[in-house]
Each structure stands twice: as structure tokens, then as C-alpha cells.
């Protein structure tokens, strides 16, 4: 049973590039949440999707960060003129259930994205 | 706006001794409250999940909730080289139909043989 899958997992972006990351949950999940951590940072929640909808996208930038989750397919996280403090790490989980208060997430391997 | 906070450390502990980890947290209205290994340059591996007040056990693992004082914490007994990693603390809570963890910025655990 494979786990959590992201792709690539390492990014390397010039300033003002386009990244796209890549995010397949485990089989039988349709819950994805995507987090981002800064270096020496925790991991912060950016948003929240089911197949085709944006449940909570509340910590999710306003500007330039996008994501969706269509009905066949990975999960994207697309980050639109990169700056430099974009580089961090991004961590896809994904869960089983509707949103229950004893939901548990399996996250993936992570990308590495640093822009130069 | 929901905190969780945890002594970033280093914690040295020697091999074969217990270590105590804590995290303390904001919002009252959480429900669920995991712990997290994370070795450097890796993923967040679950290592424990707590809901109800109390001890639950797993191996070398017992993670404790006090909910009234907004309180977990991870005892490792027997710590071994290989524990040596960051522990972050992530709290669960759910409303209008999301779910969110927050996490803890994580303290870094140093098992010396």
C-alpha cells in the first residue's frame, strides 16, 4: 500500500519562475492538506481539499499560491512568480474520513523548493 | 489565533534514560493531539495519538493529556541513539466543516550513547 506521493522532491526556481508541486495521497484517501515549513520553523497548514472543492484554504497566502485537487489526478500546489522566501519545505498529508476531531494525517516525502 | 508551543531544546538525554517532552496549547476547543518524529531533512512520521485524558502507551511511548491545564507531553523510556530526532507536537480541531493541525515548532531531541 503505497504511501503518500510527491513530486518532484527537490525544486530549484529562479526568482520570478512558476513552481508546480505534486501531491497523490494513499489509496483510498481523498482528504489532502498541504503545509509549509520554513527552516528552523514548524509546519504551517496552507489548505485543505477534497476531490474537486477547496474546503479551508485560510493559511494559504492570498497572492500567487493556487491549489486544487481535480476529480482524476494528483493533488497541485502551484506557487506563481517565486521569491526567494518561498524556499522552504512543502509537506502534502492526506486522511481517510470527512473531517472528524480524530482525523490523522500520513504526509508524504515533501518537496524542497529553493529559489535562487 | 490557535498556539502550540513547545521548548525547542536541544534535550540531551543519555542512552537508556527517560525523556520528557512537552507541549502546551491554546485553543480549548482542540480534540485531537498527535505527536511527530521528524528527522532532519525528512518527513513527519506520527508517532503517537492521544484524544481523552489521561496515559496511552505504545512501546516505549506514552503520551499524556491533561485538557483542563491545555497539556501533552511524550515520555520516551530507554531512549535509544536512533530517537535522537525532532518531536513536534500537533493539535487537531475541527469546525464549519475543516479540520486543521497545528503544530508546534518542534524540540530537537539528542540521545548521547
Known amino acids: 500500500n503505497a504511501g503518500v506521493m510527491q513530486n518532484p522532491r527537490h525544486l530549484v526556481r529562479r526568482r520570478g519562475q512558476e513552481a508546480r508541486l505534486r501531491c497523490s495521497p494513499m489509496k483510498g484517501h481523498s482528504h489532502v492538506y498541504w503545509y509549509r515549513q520554513l527552516p528552523e520553523e514548524g509546519l504551517k497548514f496552507m489548505v485543505y481539499?477534497?476531490?474537486?472543492?477547496?474546503?479551508?484554504e485560510s493559511g494559504m497566502p492570498k497572492e500567487r499560491f493556487s491549489a486544487e485537487f481535480p476529480k482524476e489526478g494528483p493533488s497541485i500546489l502551484r506557487i506563481q512568480q517565486v521569491v526567494r522566501g518561498d524556499s522552504a519545505a512543502y509537506f502534502c498529508?492526506?486522511?481517510?474520513?470527512?473531517?472528524?476531531?480524530?482525523?490523522?494525517?500520513?504526509f508524504g516525502p515533501g518537496t524542497r523548493l529553493l529559489v535562487l | 489565533q490557535k498556539e502550540v508551543e513547545q521548548n525547542s531544546g536541544p534535550l540531551s538525554v543519555p542512552e537508556g534514560a527517560i525523556a520528557s517532552l512537552n507541549c502546551t496549547y491554546s485553543d480549548r476547543g482542540s480534540q485531537s493531539f498527535f505527536w511527530y518524529r521528524q528527522y532532519s531533512g525528512k518527513s513527519p512520521e506520527l508517532i503517537m495519538s492521544i484524544y481523552s485524558n489521561g496515559d496511552k502507551e505504545d512501546g516505549r511511548f506514552t503520551a499524556q493529556l491533561n485538557k483542563a491545564s491545555q497539556y501533552v507531553s511524550l515520555l520516551i523510556r530507554d531512549s535509544q541513539p536512533s530517537d535522537s530526532a525532532t518531536y513536534l507536537c500537533a493539535v487537531g480541531t475541527s469546525g464549519a466543516g475543516s479540520y486543521q493541525l497545528t503544530f508546534g515548532k518542534g524540540t530537537k531531541l539528542s540521545v548521547i550513547p
Open positions: 481539499l477534497q476531490k474537486e472543492n477547496i474546503i479551508d
Open positions: 498529508a492526506s486522511s481517510p474520513n470527512p473531517p472528524a476531531s480524530k482525523e490523522t494525517q500520513y
